[in-house]
């Protein structure tokens, strides 16, 4: 099924394993087919499981580098990431089989192989053209990954077009990557925590202030801009400055650049791009809930 068919096909697993009993030999237990992304914590891998023969997604976790993001948490009984993946079970979000650590020390996560391209891959690449009036569908399938996060009382925390995969076999997005997620509890948004992506930072995450779910709304909405239009409302870095435009400098207008963008859509992006929290749509229901009867992303 090639990319298009599998799109279309939008508009029309429950199962889980518990942690690993012991230590694993990852080299014994899985068959390296190819090494698929290098994240800033991890290395993702193509792999096939020696006991089921299954191809499965092997992340395995830089141990150092994850100490040093659990620290911030010293003391509050974070859960580890395996331990959050396997609770998040949706249609659009990367299915968690397994997780342990290796007979290395390092942690790891055996997940379901997706066979598909980022999402920013496509918003930039040549295949671009294929999504015109096909957006909606993928609006509403982020959408519904982020509300599943937030259904299970969790903060995503790294919502951006690079944690986010077309599956082009079942024909549908998936949200990957729970290294930053942290439970939705009084502990875990106090102020201080600033991780992300600049480019999708909220202004209370820039400016070091007490968070909540509404993090993941603002870091979607600048993911739906982007996904209309191919640009980002604020200027593009990997700085500090540059993520600190989204608390002082207004977006710029999404009609600017798609000025034939359902006028409903535009609102609910925009909503969702509100520099004040307590002005910000409050959550997935209620922007799902303001689209509801737009069917493309044009008027």
């Known amino acids: 099924m090639g990319l298009l068919d599998s799109l279309r096909g939008m508009f029309?697993?429950?199962?889980?394993?518990?942690?690993?009993?012991?230590?694993?030999?990852?080299?014994?237990?899985?068959?390296l087919l190819k090494r698929a992304i290098t994240g800033t914590m991890s290395q993702f891998y193509k792999a096939r499981d020696r006991e089921t023969k299954e191809?499965?997604?092997?992340?395995?976790?830089?141990?150092?580098?994850?100490?040093?993001?659990?620290?911030?948490?010293?003391?509050?009984?974070?859960?580890?990431?395996?331990?959050?993946?396997?609770?998040l079970q949706h249609p659009n979000i990367v299915r968690t089989l397994e997780y342990g650590i290796s007979t290395?020390?390092?942690?790891?996560?055996?997940?379901?192989?997706?066979?598909?391209?980022?999402?920013?891959?496509?918003?930039?690449?040549?295949?671009?053209?294929?999504?015109?009036?096909?957006?909606?569908?993928?609006?509403?399938?982020?959408?519904a990954a982020v509300k599943a996060v937030h259904d299970a009382?969790?903060?995503?925390?790294?919502?951006?077009?690079?944690?986010?995969?077309?599956?082009?076999?079942?024909?549908?997005?998936?949200?990957?990557?729970?290294?930053?997620?942290?439970?939705?509890?009084?502990p875990?948004?106090?102020?201080?925590?600033?991780?992300?992506?600049?480019?999708y930072m909220a202004p209370e995450v820039i400016r070091r202030r007490r968070t909540d779910k509404r993090v993941d709304v603002f870091s979607f909405g600048?993911?739906?801009?982007?996904?209309?239009?191919?640009?980002?409302?604020?200027?593009?870095?990997?700085?500090?400055?540059v993520a600190m435009e989204h608390a002082t400098i207004p977006p710029r207008d999404i009609r600017e650049l798609r000025p034939q963008i359902h006028p409903v859509l535009a609102e609910a992006i925009h909503w969702c791009l509100e520099q004040d929290p307590k002005q910000r749509c409050p959550d997935m229901e209620h922007f799902l809930k303001k689209i509801r009867g737009v069917e493309k992303e044009d008027q």
């Open 153 to 186: 009382e969790f903060i995503h925390r790294d919502i951006c077009p690079r944690n986010i995969m077309i599956d082009t076999e079942q024909g549908r997005l998936k949200l990957i990557d729970f290294g930053l997620t942290v439970p939705a509890t009084e």
């Open 55 to 87: 191809v499965v997604g092997l992340k395995v976790l830089d141990p150092e580098k994850v100490a040093r993001f659990e620290a911030r948490f010293k003391g509050l009984n974070k859960p580890s990431e395996g331990e959050i993946a396997v609770r």
């Open 222 to 241: 600048i993911t739906i801009y982007e996904l209309m239009t191919g640009e980002l409302p604020w200027s593009r870095g990997t700085t500090g400055k």
């Open 188 to 199: 875990f948004m106090q102020p201080g925590n600033r991780t992300g992506n600049p480019n």
């Open 104 to 143: 290395n020390d390092e942690p790891f996560l055996v997940m379901e192989y997706i066979e598909g391209p980022l999402l920013s891959s496509v918003i930039h690449g040549p295949e671009r053209q294929m999504f015109e009036g096909m957006r909606m569908p993928l609006v509403r399938q982020i959408a």
């Open 12 to 31: 029309g697993s429950s199962g889980q394993k518990k942690r690993s009993r012991g230590k694993v030999d990852l080299r014994r237990r899985f068959e």
